[in-house]
Every structure is written in structure tokens, then in C-alpha cells.
């Protein structure tokens, strides 16, 4: 009985020594709380390493085997890694930070190249050095023609960058409408029933606003028309103003093959795109009607963006389509009426604008777009008035190297990203 006792006493007091042992290699929650010695020295041990991290930062600690009690995780004196915070974006019309440094970036560039321009057509090929008084006489000579430039690119910005919302396509331009045909059939006209005297005398400020009303008219009687039944549609409009568009440009081709060369010849001067076709007659009803069209096209930014949504979305989020399309084909009427009537057909400008407008502003807020694309018709239309002039001599006709321009960049972007 005794050695079995004292075999039990010895293997009880061994199993103790094995236990106590193992709770100081691991101790757990319920030693530290019942053993208050334990408790001491822990905590003790957490005060002296939680000083030692606030004296010498997270390296000092790195050097005790073990795990961190921080929470830290440094590990073989190396901080931890810290992941790059993800880009800051947000549902607005420019979501990153880039996209907004993009686009200032190209407003700046193309306001700096809009000023080299204009100073350009000012002062090159000047004979008075820029400190004398004759400089300024000759420079405001060809002051008319700079304000034309700028109004004529307002015009076509403003207005293509609208219609091509409201219709929902990026291809078709405001001339599909017919205002180039109407305005090559109203010279062609003048010129076959009262000859080579009339086209001299359009050229005065009462037919510049008959001319003005007589294609604004047209405008709106077919929008009217074609908007306002039960069954109204913006892809009928663009048919019907296709074949009126196409039947006033046969008419014109029919009455000029009858004239005789002389005329044909003062004709086509009239019918190419040329700064040269304006008056400074004309400045003083086209600029308030050119600022108040933009203007007001401006204010509909808003609805313009719902609008490009197309029509069922535009109606269920409680905006009258047919009324905002109504006031926005009025504005893009007066802009396109002024326009061809100061320089003539333009037909690739317009395009060209809108889709460098689309590529180099990257967003869907039209109150961006409308500033990017004015400044880009200004760059496009007044280099190519200076190219034209101080190089070719051509006198300003821009038509033809706009299209060439135009062509290249249309190919390189479709060709490039596969859309406008």
C-alpha cells in the first residue's frame, strides 16, 4: 500500500512538474488570471515593449523573436508593405483625377494655340513693326476677319455637337438638313434669273437677313411638321430633310449648267467655303444671334446630357422630349443659317470639331464639351485660313484643306479605336 501510494504521490508530482513546465512555455488566459505573480511579470513585459516601440519606432522591436504584440507585423527589421490606395473616382463627368488633368490640360493647350493663331493673322506678313501706330491700322483691318473665324467656329461647335446629341448619332452633321442646298440654290437662282448684278448686290445687309429668315423658316415649318403629329419622328425628319436637301441640289445644278462661263466662274466663288464671302455688313446681326444660340444651348446642357439617353429614358426620367428637341433644332437652326450665310458651305467642319471635341474631352457633360469643341473649331478654321492665305495665297478659301484634314483624322480615329 505504501509504494503504491508513494508510486502514486511521484507520478502525480511528476505529471505536475511536466504541467507547470508546459503553462510557462505557453501560458494561457485562465494561469494569467488565477496566478497573480504571472500576471505581474506579463504585464510588466507588456509595459517595457509597449516603451520601447514609442522610443524607437517599430525597428527597435524587430530584433525579439516572436511575434509582435502590436499588431504591427514587422518582421527581419523590414516595415510592413502597404498596398497603393486605389484611384479616386467618382460618378461625375470626369471620374479620375487624369481624366481632369487631361482636360485642362487640352483647354490649355488649345487656348495658348488659339492665341498663337490669332496673333498670327495679325502680325504675319505685317510691314509696321508692332511699336508703330500703322501696325494697329493694318491690324484692324484684319480684325473682320478674325471675328468671323470665331463666330463661324462658335456656330458650327455648338450647333453639331447638338444635333448629333438630340438625333443620338455621331455622324451626321446639321447640313443633312439642307441649309448648304438651300443656300446654293438661293445664289445659283440669283444668278440665273437676274445675272451676274445680283450676286454683287446679296451682298448687302438687307438679303443677308432674308436670307436668314428664308432658311431659319424652312427649319423650323420642317421641324414643325415633321415633330409635331402623333406619329412623329427624328429619323423622318432626317429622311425628309435628306431629299429636299438632295432636290434643291439637283434645281442648282440644272440652272448652272445654263449659265455661261463667266458666270459659273463668279458663281463657284460664291459657293466654296471663304472667309473671304463676308462682310463686315453682316457682324451686326449675326453676332448677338450667334451669342444668343449658344448661349441658350449652353443653358440646356443638362437636358441635353438626359437627352442623350434617348428619348424613352429622357421620358421616364420626366423631361418633355419633343419640346427640348423643338428648342434645341431652333437654336441649331439660327447657328447653321448664320453660318453658311457669312462664309458659305462648310460641311466638313462641323464634323471634323465634334469628333476631335468627343476624342480629346472623354466625357458626356456638355457644359465641357461645348468650350473644348469651340476652341477646336477656332485652331482648325483659323489655321486653316492662315495656311491658306500666307502660303497658298488662295485668298481664304478653307473648304479644301479641311476636308483634306478632316478625311485624315475621321480614318486615323476610326482606324485607331474602331469608333468615334
Known sequence: MRANDETESTGTAGSTKIDTGTEAARPTAANVVNDPERSTVTDAIDKDRSTLTEAAGPTSVTGVSGPDRTGAGVRNGRPPRRKSAPARRSSGPLPTTKSVRRYWTMIIVLAVASAGIALGILAWDNPMPITDPGFWLIAKLRLTNLVVIAMVALCQSFGTVAFQTVTNNRIITPSIMGFESLYVA????????????????????V???VQLVLMVGLSLALYGWLLS?????????????????????????FMQRTLTPSEFDVLSARLFGSISNSDSSYLPVSIPLCVLACLGLYLCSSRLNVMALGRDMTSNLGLNFKGELLKVLFFVSILMAVSVSMIGPMVFLGFLVAMLAYQFADTYDHKRLFPMAALIGFVVLGGAYFVMKNIFYAEGVVSIIIEIVGGGAFLLVILRKGRL
Open 186 to 205: 438661293i445664289q445659283t437662282s440669283a444668278m440665273y434669273f437676274f445675272g451676274v448684278t445680283a450676286i454683287v448686290e446679296l451682298k448687302g445687309l
Open 229 to 253: 403629329g402623333r406619329h412623329s419622328s427624328v429619323a423622318l425628319m432626317l429622311l425628309i430633310g435628306v431629299v429636299i436637301g438632295g432636290g434643291l441640289g439637283s434645281v442648282a445644278t
Open 207 to 209: 438679303p443677308f437677313a
